[in-house]
Structures are given as structure tokens and as C-alpha cells.
């Protein structure tokens, strides 16, 4: 017992006090590297390679034409994957996404071009199809008992084939080029204080929420990340959000689709990490049988978690659909699915749930989508970007399985 007693108290002068985190903000990050605690640094290093290869391999790839091309290409999948990442937090899949965007697409052509309907309400309706057909998903995974597997492969075919149906003979319907959908990915803000000025409202957004929250968690007595980090995270994320910025205003501006993304990052952000519906998420993921006992309603959860992520791909078909101005029986085909579940993980969602952010959705769809770019660039065969995006998927989800062991052998899982 006094062997036990004197472990205790020298383990209590090594733990830091709470409330207060490791002053170096070095050693914090090396810290959490040996711990598993990876974060976005592998993803965003792999990006770093990615853009250097193509690079020295094309003039034009890092180019202001290209880059924001390259900004409103990555939104109709990236805004799809964020509804992924929230299916995945929970250790489950949906393979309806791609059906389920390519619906919304023939929806909001149908009523908008063929039955008159005005564009607003189209897409309202379109939305909200998505919304139902993920509330009826998880209803026959929460309540019935379906697997989530099972369930939304199902809904792959069947939602595809009632896309097929409601295009009818025709199989193609064209949009208005001037109408409002077509401007979610076709408008630019050409004023340049308007990129300058969302970069700088990201960075100072973030220090401040960060700053506050690091005063919350002093206040509670809890470990929090020291000072110095939150200032090289802030000086970090102001040079790339200036530079993102500069290049955008050498081409056309800030896109208004790229605008509208950011947005959606940013809100389901802090839905999950800020309100108690996000903590329930995480909660599921981590472990059902212990939220269940904490009181947490496990299935109204579940069924919430599919209506986002079909709400979500309905979103991010209307703009797959507003890029090339219309409504075909190939949209939500292809590798359109893939490329959603991919960029989450790759992003850094688990696949055994419990860990990731919308952010992910982000990272993910920029190294996927500068792929395609750098590819057709070289007008290099489709099947080598496949080639390559499925071999840093496979790294993406090593690195996430040696983290967790890593995690695992800290106490940390």
C-alpha cells in the first residue's frame, strides 16, 4: 500500500494541474503526436505533396484559375461528405448519398423546368425530400433494426431508380443558366475586400472562440491548451486564409458557393461541438450501451443523424447540378459516392466513430479533388486518379487505425 501511495503521489507531480496545460506549445503538439492524437496534421502534410508534385508537373496547377476553379469544384462533394462525416461519427455508413443527391438534382428540375414551380420553392422541396428520405433511413436502422449497411444500399438503388423514373424518356433536363441555381456556383464576389475581409473575420473568429474557450475550461478546472498554441494555430490559419484570399482576387474573386460552404463547416461545427445534441453524437460513437444508460434517446439520435446526411447530399446535388446547369440520369452515379465517404475519412474522420469534424469534409475533398485536377491537367487516364485516391485512402485509414492503438495504449480509447 505505501509502494501504491507513493506512485499516486509522484504520478500527481508529473500530471499537470488542472486547468492549466504544458506552457510550451511545441511540446503540447509533440505530446499529443506520441498519444495518437494526430489531428489534421498528416492530411494537411499529404495536401502539401499533393500540390508540390503536380506543381513541378504543371506550371498551371497552382495557378489563379485553376485554385479557384478548384474552390467551387470541391463544394457539391465536400457539402455531401460533411452529412458523411456525421453518419461516420457514430461508427456506421450511408451508401445512399450519391442516389440521394442526384434525386434532389431531377427533383428540382422537374418542378422548376417542367411543372413551373418557382426556383426558391424547388429547391426548399428538393431539400427536404432529402431530409424525409433520411428520416425513413433511419427509421428502419433505429427502429426496426436494419443494419445502416443494409438499409442505405437499398436506398442506393431504389432512390436512383426513382430518379431514372421522374426523368423520364428524356433523361436530360436543362437549367436556366441565369436562374438562382445556377448562381450558387456561377457568382463571384468581385470586390477584393470581400475575400480579404472573410479572412479576416475567419481569423479572428477562430482566436476569439478558441481564447474563450481555454477561459471556460481554466474556470472549470479542466486541461486546456496553453496560450501559445492557440496564438501559431491563429498566426497559421491568418497566412493561409490571406493567401487563399490574394489568389482568389487574381482570378475572379470569392466564390459565392465557396462562401456558402465555409458557412455550412462552420455552423455544423459548432453544432457538434458546442451543443448537447453534438456531445450525444459523440457519445454514441464512443459507446451506445453507456449513452443509452446516460439517458441519451440512442434511436431519435440515429434517425436525426441520417436526415442530416440525406439534407446534406440533396444540398450538395443541387450544386453538383448548378455546375453544369442541369439534371441527368448520370448524376450521383460514377465515383460520386466514393469520393464523399473518402474525403471524410480521409479528412480525418474514424471509421470507428467518435472522432472527427466537419473540417474533415474540407480536407478531405481538397487532396481528392486536387487529384482529379492535377490529372486532367497531365490528361492523364481516369483510372490513375482512381489508382491513386484509393492508395491515400488506404494511408488515411492505417494512420487512423495506428493512431486509435496509439490512443488505446494511453488510456485514451
Known amino acids: 500500500m505505501t509502494r501504491q501511495r507513493e506512485g499516486e503521489q509522484a504520478a500527481r507531480r508529473t500530471r499537470p494541474a488542472p486547468g492549466r496545460a504544458d506552457r510550451n506549445p511545441l511540446a503540447a503538439l509533440k505530446r499529443r503526436f506520441h498519444s495518437g492524437e494526430l489531428g489534421s496534421v498528416p492530411v494537411v502534410l499529404g495536401l ?27 463544394v457539391g462533394i465536400g457539402l455531401i461528405s460533411t452529412g458523411v462525416v456525421f453518419v461516420l461519427l457514430l461508427g456506421e455508413i450511408d451508401l445512399s448519398v450519391g442516389s440521394v443527391s442526384g434525386l434532389a438534382a431531377a427533383g428540382f428540375a422537374v418542378l422548376n423546368v417542367n411543372q413551373g414551380v418557382p426556383e426558391g420553392l424547388a429547391l426548399v422541396l428538393a431539400v427536404l425530400a432529402g431530409t424525409v428520405i433520411g428520416a425513413v433511413q433511419g427509421f428502419f436502422f433505429a427502429k426496426v433494426g436494419v443494419p445502416a449497411f443494409v438499409v442505405t444500399l437499398a436506398g442506393l438503388l431504389g432512390w436512383n431508380g426513382l430518379m431514372l423514373y421522374i426523368l423520364g424518356s428524356a433523361g436530360t433536363i436543362n437549367l436556366d443558366d441565369q436562374g438562382l441555381l445556377a448562381k450558387l456556383t456561377g457568382y463571384y464576389f468581385t470586390p477584393v475586400a470581400a475575400a480579404y475581409g472573410l479572412a479576416a473575420l475567419g481569423t479572428a473568429g477562430y482566436f476569439l472562440a478558441s481564447y474563450q474557450d481555454v477561459r471556460r475550461r481554466r474556470a472549470a478546472g479542466v486541461p486546456a491548451r496553453p496560450l501559445g498554441e492557440i496564438v501559431l494555430r491563429t498566426a497559421v490559419l491568418a497566412v493561409v486564409s490571406l493567401a487563399a ?18 458557412v455550412f463547416l462552420v455552423g455544423l461545427d459548432q453544432v457538434l461541438r458546442r451543443t448537447p445534441y453534438g456531445r450525444m453524437i459523440f457519445a454514441l460513437g464512443g459507446s451506445v450501451e453507456a449513452a443509452r444508460r446516460t439517458g441519451i434517446n440512442v434511436d431519435l439520435v440515429r434517425i436525426s443523424v441520417f436526415m442530416v446526411s440525406g439534407t446534406m447530399a440533396a444540398i450538395g446535388g443541387l450544386f453538383l447540378a448548378s455546375r453544369v446547369t442541369s439534371a441527368t440520369q448520370t448524376a450521383g452515379s460514377g465515383n460520386l459516392l466514393m469520393d464523399a465517404i473518402a474525403a471524410a475519412v480521409i479528412g480525418g474522420t474514424s471509421l470507428f466513430g467518435g472522432r472527427g469534424r466537419t473540417w474533415s469534409a474540407l480536407l478531405g475533398v481538397l487532396v481528392i479533388q486536387s487529384i482529379a485536377s492535377g490529372v486532367a491537367l497531365m490528361g492523364i ?15 488515411a485509414v492505417v494512420i487512423d487505425s495506428l493512431s486509435r492503438r496509439a490512443r488505446r495504449a494511453h488510456g485514451r480509447v
Open 245 to 262: 484570399a490574394f489568389v482568389l482576387n487574381q482570378f475572379q474573386g470569392l466564390p459565392l458557393a465557396l462562401l456558402i460552404f465555409l
Open 48 to 74: 502539401l505533396v499533393v500540390w508540390i508534385i503536380f506543381e513541378s508537373l504543371n506550371e498551371n496547377f497552382l495557378s489563379p484559375r485553376n485554385l479557384s476553379n478548384l474552390s467551387v469544384d470541391i
Open 381 to 395: 487516364q481516369t483510372a490513375v486518379q482512381f489508382m491513386i485516391t484509393g492508395g491515400v485512402l488506404l494511408v
